[in-house]
Nanobody
Framework: QVQLVESGGGLVQAGGSLILSCAFS????????MGWFRQAQGMEREFVAA????????YYADSVKGRFTISRVNAQNTVYLQMDSMKPEDTAVYYC?????????????????WGRGTQVTVSS
Protein backbone atom coordinates (compact mmCIF):
# COMPACT_ATOMS: atom_id res chain seq x y z
CA GLN A 1 0.00 0.00 0.00
CA VAL A 2 1.39 3.40 -1.00
CA GLN A 3 1.17 6.35 1.33
CA LEU A 4 2.20 9.90 0.51
CA VAL A 5 2.79 12.57 3.15
CA GLU A 6 3.41 16.19 2.19
CA SER A 7 5.24 18.71 4.35
CA GLY A 8 6.79 22.15 4.08
CA GLY A 9 3.74 24.28 3.48
CA GLY A 10 3.26 27.61 5.18
CA LEU A 11 2.98 31.35 4.74
CA VAL A 12 5.40 33.22 2.49
CA GLN A 13 5.51 36.72 1.06
CA ALA A 14 5.20 37.36 -2.64
CA GLY A 15 8.57 36.92 -4.31
CA GLY A 16 9.69 34.46 -1.67
CA SER A 17 10.50 30.77 -1.79
CA LEU A 18 9.25 27.57 -0.23
CA ILE A 19 10.22 23.91 -0.55
CA LEU A 20 7.62 21.18 -0.32
CA SER A 21 8.50 17.57 0.40
CA CYS A 22 6.56 14.40 -0.23
CA ALA A 23 7.55 11.25 1.61
CA PHE A 24 6.59 8.02 -0.15
CA SER A 25 6.06 4.81 1.79
CA UNK A 26 5.44 1.52 0.04
CA UNK A 27 7.05 -0.38 -2.74
CA UNK A 28 8.68 0.67 -5.97
CA UNK A 29 9.12 4.41 -5.42
CA UNK A 30 12.09 4.39 -7.79
CA UNK A 31 9.87 2.92 -10.53
CA UNK A 32 7.07 5.41 -10.25
CA UNK A 33 6.58 8.88 -11.67
CA MET A 34 5.59 11.54 -9.18
CA GLY A 35 3.58 14.71 -9.50
CA TRP A 36 2.37 17.78 -7.66
CA PHE A 37 -1.09 19.25 -7.96
CA ARG A 38 -2.75 22.17 -6.24
CA GLN A 39 -6.25 23.29 -5.44
CA ALA A 40 -7.15 26.85 -4.60
CA GLN A 41 -10.29 27.58 -2.63
CA GLY A 42 -13.35 27.27 -4.83
CA MET A 43 -11.31 26.02 -7.77
CA GLU A 44 -10.67 22.65 -9.34
CA ARG A 45 -7.50 20.75 -8.62
CA GLU A 46 -4.84 21.52 -11.22
CA PHE A 47 -1.57 19.99 -12.32
CA VAL A 48 1.64 21.71 -11.25
CA ALA A 49 4.65 19.52 -12.05
CA ALA A 50 5.74 15.93 -12.59
CA UNK A 51 8.95 13.94 -12.70
CA UNK A 52 9.83 10.57 -14.19
CA UNK A 53 10.98 7.61 -12.13
CA UNK A 54 14.64 8.36 -12.88
CA UNK A 55 14.35 12.11 -12.52
CA UNK A 56 15.55 12.49 -16.08
CA UNK A 57 12.31 13.98 -17.38
CA UNK A 58 10.22 16.74 -15.87
CA TYR A 59 7.01 18.42 -16.91
CA TYR A 60 5.50 21.69 -15.69
CA ALA A 61 2.31 23.65 -15.98
CA ASP A 62 2.82 26.87 -17.92
CA SER A 63 1.82 28.89 -14.86
CA VAL A 64 4.84 27.69 -12.84
CA LYS A 65 7.42 27.05 -15.55
CA GLY A 66 10.66 28.83 -14.76
CA ARG A 67 9.66 29.42 -11.12
CA PHE A 68 9.10 25.92 -9.71
CA THR A 69 11.46 22.95 -9.81
CA ILE A 70 10.52 19.35 -9.13
CA SER A 71 13.17 16.87 -8.05
CA ARG A 72 13.49 13.53 -6.32
CA VAL A 73 15.91 11.49 -4.26
CA ASN A 74 15.13 7.84 -4.81
CA ALA A 75 17.39 6.70 -2.00
CA GLN A 76 15.22 8.73 0.39
CA ASN A 77 11.83 7.94 -1.20
CA THR A 78 11.18 11.66 -1.39
CA VAL A 79 10.09 14.12 -4.05
CA TYR A 80 10.49 17.88 -3.70
CA LEU A 81 8.92 20.98 -5.14
CA GLN A 82 11.11 24.07 -4.97
CA MET A 83 8.93 27.14 -5.40
CA ASP A 84 10.61 30.47 -6.17
CA SER A 85 9.34 33.91 -7.13
CA MET A 86 6.04 33.01 -5.60
CA LYS A 87 2.87 34.90 -6.37
CA PRO A 88 -0.41 35.29 -4.45
CA GLU A 89 -2.08 33.16 -7.12
CA ASP A 90 0.12 30.24 -6.01
CA THR A 91 -1.93 30.09 -2.82
CA ALA A 92 -3.51 26.65 -2.63
CA VAL A 93 -3.42 23.26 -0.99
CA TYR A 94 -0.63 21.32 -2.67
CA TYR A 95 -1.00 17.58 -3.18
CA CYS A 96 1.55 14.91 -3.96
CA UNK A 97 0.58 12.23 -6.47
CA UNK A 98 2.10 8.96 -7.65
CA UNK A 99 1.56 7.43 -11.08
CA UNK A 100 2.90 4.49 -13.02
CA UNK A 101 4.35 6.60 -15.81
CA UNK A 102 4.79 10.24 -16.79
CA UNK A 103 2.22 9.76 -19.55
CA UNK A 104 -0.54 10.00 -16.99
CA UNK A 105 0.42 13.63 -16.46
CA UNK A 106 1.11 14.39 -20.12
CA UNK A 107 -2.45 13.35 -20.96
CA UNK A 108 -4.06 15.46 -18.26
CA UNK A 109 -4.58 12.68 -15.79
CA UNK A 110 -3.09 11.66 -12.50
CA UNK A 111 -1.94 8.59 -10.67
CA UNK A 112 -4.01 6.56 -8.26
CA UNK A 113 -2.24 7.62 -5.06
CA TRP A 114 -2.68 10.97 -3.32
CA GLY A 115 -1.39 12.63 -0.23
CA ARG A 116 -3.60 14.69 2.06
CA GLY A 117 -2.10 17.98 1.02
CA THR A 118 -0.26 20.89 2.58
CA GLN A 119 -1.44 24.50 2.64
CA VAL A 120 0.65 27.15 0.91
CA THR A 121 -0.31 30.79 1.35
CA VAL A 122 1.42 33.64 -0.47
CA SER A 123 0.75 37.12 0.88
CA SER A 124 0.92 40.18 -1.32
Amino acid sequence: QVQLVESGGGLVQAGGSLILSCAFSGQFFSRRSMGWFRQAQGMEREFVAAISWSGGSTYYADSVKGRFTISRVNAQNTVYLQMDSMKPEDTAVYYCNSAGTLNYYYTGGSGEYWGRGTQVTVSS
